[in-house]
């Protein structure tokens, strides 16, 4: 028979969930004859690492973040099954990172981070007024841009009108720049040709005609041709 210590029990196997750090075990054998010995043997039990995980958190779709973890000697970041530490990642939809961390003892435990990702606005950008003279009055683009509340930048724009003059001859590219309650931006162009319009249209042939001839005090004009 056996007795173990400080277990006090009895068997050739037993069973124990010891502390961490080292634990002492005796055990006393006894054989047919009542003749005993006893053994002894040390339990080491390492501590699991504190591991911790942490990054930026919400991001707007096509962002990165940095996710680092600490607590361990070694890491392995799932899903991706990225050893790198701390590792950039881009997730192109809310996403759970379970992070796990190994000791130079080899005990492992795991902590896990959640990064949220907003979708960006849907922009757009409508200029009616696509073509326009250089001596043409400003131009407003308020309500050309989707959703309503955004900025406008480019050559010839100040808040939201355009000025022709001030552009300048040319293709003049706006920009439409919305960010929602998220903090999430988008941006669309549009183009406005400022032309010189300098040309004068022909009329056409015009035959003029005035009499009598002599005249006696009042006399008839008359005008034919294309107009």
């Known amino acids: 028979t056996y007795l173990w210590m400080p277990l006090n029990q009895t068997g050739a196997n037993v069973y124990d969930f010891p502390v961490v750090g080292a634990n002492n075990y005796y055990v006393t054998g006894i054989d047919s004859n009542g003749c005993s010995a006893i053994d002894s043997f040390i339990v080491t039990v390492n501590p699991l ?32 099954n990225s050893t790198s530490n701390p590792t950039i990642e881009t997730p192109s939809a809310t996403t759970t ?73 040319g293709s003049q590219t706006i920009t439409y720049v919305y960010v929602d309650s998220s903090g999430c931006s988008d941006t669309a162009t549009d183009v406005i040709s400022v032309n010189a319009c300098v040309g004068i249209n022909e009329v056409g042939s015009v035959i003029s005609t005035i009499y009598p001839n002599p005249f006696g005090g009042q006399v008839i004009l008359e005008t034919t041709g294309a107009g």
């Open 49 to 80: 690492p504190d591991v911790t995980a942490n990054g930026q958190t919400p991001l707007c779709a096509g962002s990165s973040t940095t996710l680092n973890a600490s607590g361990a000697s070694t890491y392995l970041w799932l899903p991706q």
């Open 97 to 169: 990172y379970t992070v796990v961390g190994t000791t130079t003892f080899g005990c492992s435990d795991s902590a896990f981070f959640t990064v949220v990702v907003n979708p960006l606005p849907v922009v757009s950008l409508s200029i009616t007024s696509s073509s326009v003279c250089v001596d043409d009055g400003t131009l407003s683009l308020s309500g050309t841009g989707s959703p309503s509340g955004g900025t406008f930048s480019g050559n010839g724009v100040v808040g939201s009108n355009f000025s022709p003059v001030t552009a300048g001859l």
